[in-house]
Every structure is written in C-alpha cells, then in structure tokens.
C-alpha cells in the first residue's frame, strides 16, 4: 500500500510561488497516477491537476492551468506542483492522492482512495 506525505505549503504574498511535494512509500509507488486536491473552508474538495504514472499525461483545473505545473521524478517517488503568481482564492489546504489501481488514471476525486495529510497553501492579498 502507498503512502503520502506533502510537503512546501505555506505563506505567501498575492504573485508569489510556492513548490508543493508529494512524497510517496511502499510497493510499486511509482506506478500509481498522483492527483493534486485543495480544499478552502467552508468549501468542497476540488481537483487541481493530475499525472500519470508515467508522466507523460497531465490536466489541470481550468482556474490553475498556465500557473501551476505538476511534474513527477519516479526515481524519487516524489511528485511536485510548481505553483506561480498565486492567488488569495488559491488559499486551501493541498492534498495528493492516489487510486486504488496502478496504472490508472482518473480526475473525479472520489476514484482516488489513498490520501496524504494535506499542507495549506495560505496567499494573502
């Protein structure tokens, strides 16, 4: 079973840049898609972006896309999203996930079953 853990949020002016990681342990890690989650207060869970297993195929939200770029090193399990000219509504709590199946690749986040603990992305204006 694969483990998560995120790391790189924090604070940061309206404009700045923030590189969030996605590190992943245990058996064929590196064959599991990633997706990127946030979720603000008060609000739903919303997908970000996500890479294939290979990284060869990525999408991202509509509201992120031209800002933020995921990108994967499978040699180090580890799965980043390069966040630039962040906003205030880019504020939430991030989180990495990944589905059930290797070799799979979904953007609806109930597909994806295992979770890390989240780390919040806070942009003040």
């Known amino acids: 079973q694969v483990q998560l853990v995120e790391s790189g949020g924090g604070l940061v002016q309206a404009g700045g840049s923030l590189r969030l990681s996605c590190a992943a342990s245990?058996?064929?890690?590196?064959?599991?898609?990633v997706g990127w989650f946030r979720q603000a207060p008060g609000k739903e869970r919303e997908f970000v972006s996500a890479?294939?297993?290979?990284?060869?195929?990525?999408n991202y939200a509509d509201d992120v896309r031209g800002r933020f770029t995921i990108s994967r090193d499978n040699t180090e399990n580890t799965v980043y999203l390069q966040m630039i000219n962040l906003k205030p509504e880019d504020t939430a709590v991030y989180y990495c996930a990944v589905p059930e199946r290797p070799f799979s690749y979904y953007l609806e986040s109930h597909r994806y079953t295992t979770w890390g603990q989240g780390t919040q992305v806070t942009v003040s204006s």
């Open positions: 890479v294939a297993w290979s990284g060869t195929t990525v």
């Open positions: 245990g058996r064929d890690a590196s064959t599991y898609a």
